[in-house]
């Protein structure tokens, strides 16, 4: 295995939030280089990967999208394909596409002490040969999720179902769903997104949800941000309408957070509103826990209230007895029959890509570190891990740790150090990665760093917070320790 090249820079991932990663390295490191490891043979991540029916930007695409290279379309939630186009633009743009090595899976990452280098096992996914390179800096943009299987619970009888079961993950090509009936299981974004698409050809299709999910409709155009685009020019324009999503979103996060049962009413009379004041959204769509408890799903101009009102889809809100061979026996005793089951049962949860990480051949648990400002792990040298927000974009907080990461390696450039390491205080209680109740992070929480109970140590999910952390506070913070190992090693010998 050849470990002869030195990379200033590895980044794993080419989705959305690996391409940003690469953006911000390349603009303001031109002469460094960069590895871009994507274990798929396109670029895009989540959206090459997902291509069920329907599939759509759960958050609007101003905050979505880069804040240097603005979105351009005119709807607020976008599709997959389009999403996908945007990215692999942008890569072309600011010439990423070239550093991306395709098919190529990171199996195993080592920090060596004695050079301050990080060894990255990489496997060919066609012929599982491996290849090792060396970097001085790591920043992980895999993805939180598993890419080769979804989440999806054992259901009795699974076998005995005589029709089609399939998960959002891994959607045929060319399925044809026309005058079926379909069951799909779930109550969040996927399931929401799937219904009102499938709900266009399908006979009929069925939400089957142990428990209810708030859901919200939006316009999927912005009227105020199409005016704003018109009367400045693009680049004011965009300013102002991103500045305008972030702040909504802020506000209306924090209103719901401080009144809980005042924010569940409001969304109980935009569902009365829509669906009609004999409908039982007391069943169907009152969540047991507080808003943004876990992810509001939102739908583009009440697309699955429409689906819902026209008789096209419903709702059924009951647990799963078993499969049966024409559909799933509930455990009220009603039996849904169906053509098709689809299980939008969720993810599986990991982190950097599940690659094996270790320091000097030892290997690490980052279930036993805990998370600096949410984005390094103590203990781990020169790794930075994006995990976005679960109450706002997802790019928001990617782009913030990608700019982050490069005032790290300026500052250590700077200084001519060859480690950042974040050292956790002694004894400081340990608190859950996350304060988010969504069952595809409950069920991986114990393999998770943990969060702390002061600055630096937290993971705010706060965008206005974290810009000052990130972008402003001192990189030199006493928590994140340099130091010139290399240089001192050298001049011992």
């Known amino acids: 295995m050849s470990t002869d090249t030195i990379y200033d820079m590895v980044i794993i991932g080419a989705g959305l939030s690996g391409i940003g990663a690469a953006c911000r390295f390349r603009t303001q490191f031109p002469d460094d280089s960069l590895a871009v490891i994507e274990t798929r043979n396109a670029i895009g991540g989540t959206w090459d990967l997902f291509r069920y029916p329907g599939i759509r930007s759960d958050s609007d695409m101003l905050t979505l999208g880069y804040d240097f290279r603005p979105w351009v379309g005119d709807k607020t939630l976008a599709d997959g394909p389009s999403i996908k186009r945007y990215v692999e633009t942008v890569a072309e743009e600011y010439g990423i596409t070239p550093y991306i090595q ?5 199996t195993s990452l080592d920090f060596s002490s004695d050079d301050d280098l990080w060894s990255v096992t990489i496997a060919d996914v066609n012929t599982d040969k491996a290849r090792v390179i060396r970097t001085r800096f790591i920043t992980s943009a895999a993805g939180y999720y598993k890419y080769e299987e979804g989440y999806t619970p054992e259901f009795e009888g699974r076998e005995d179902f005589n029709g089609d079961i399939l998960h959002p993950q891994h959607w045929p090509e060319n399925f044809d769903y026309s005058g079926k ?45 199409n005016f704003m685009r018109r009367i400045f020019p693009a680049k004011t324009a965009f300013k102002i309408n991103r500045a305008k999503n972030i702040w909504i979103a802020k506000v209306m996060y924090q209103r719901a957070r401080k009144n809980p049962e005042k924010t569940r009413e409001w969304f109980r009379k935009k569902i009365l509103k829509s669906l009609g004041k004999d409908y039982p959204v007391d069943k169907h769509f009152s969540p047991k826990y507080d808003p943004w ?49 689809v299980t939008a049962t969720g993810l ?58 490069v005032r790290v390696v300026s500052h250590m450039k700077e200084n001519g150090y060859s480690r950042a390491i974040p050292i956790a205080p002694e004894g400081m209680a340990r608190r859950p990665y996350l304060d988010f109740q969504a069952g595809y992070l409950q069920r991986v929480f114990h393999e998770l760093p943990s969060q702390g109970n002061r600055h630096p140590w937290q993971n705010l999910q706060n965008y206005k917070l974290d810009q000052k952390l990130m972008l402003e506070d001192p990189i030199d913070d006493g928590a994140l320790v340099f130091s010139k190992t290399v240089a001192k090693k050298m001049a011992a010998e």
Not at 102 to 106: L, R, Y
Not at 199 to 214: D, F, G, I, W
Not at 359 to 388: A, C, E, H, R, T
Request: overall charge negative; charged content about 20%; some cysteine.
């Open 102 to 106: 395709f098919g190529s899976k990171v």
């Open 181 to 225: 009936n379909m069951i799909v299981i779930g109550s969040g974004a996927t399931a929401v997104t799937l219904v009102p698409e499938l709900a266009k050809t399908a006979k009929h299709v069925t939400m089957l949800q142990r428990s209810p999910s708030y859901v919200a409709s939006i316009p999927s155009k912005d009227s105020i941000g």
């Open 293 to 341: 408890d876990q992810r509001v799903c939102m739908i583009p101009d009440e697309d699955m209230f429409i689906a819902i009102r026209e008789g096209r889809a419903s709702v059924e809100t009951d647990h799963i007895e078993r499969f049966t061979q024409e559909g799933i026996l509930l455990k009220s005793g009603e039996e849904l029959k169906a053509d098709v089951i």
């Open 348 to 405: 599986n949860v990991v982190f950097n890509g599940q690659s094996e990480l270790s320091i000097d051949g030892q290997p690490i648990k980052v279930s036993d570190s805990f998370g600096y400002k949410g984005i390094m792990y103590s203990g781990v040298p020169n790794l930075v891990s994006v995990f976005g927000y679960t109450n706002a974009s997802w790019t928001l907080r990617a782009d913030l740790i990608s700019q982050f990461a």
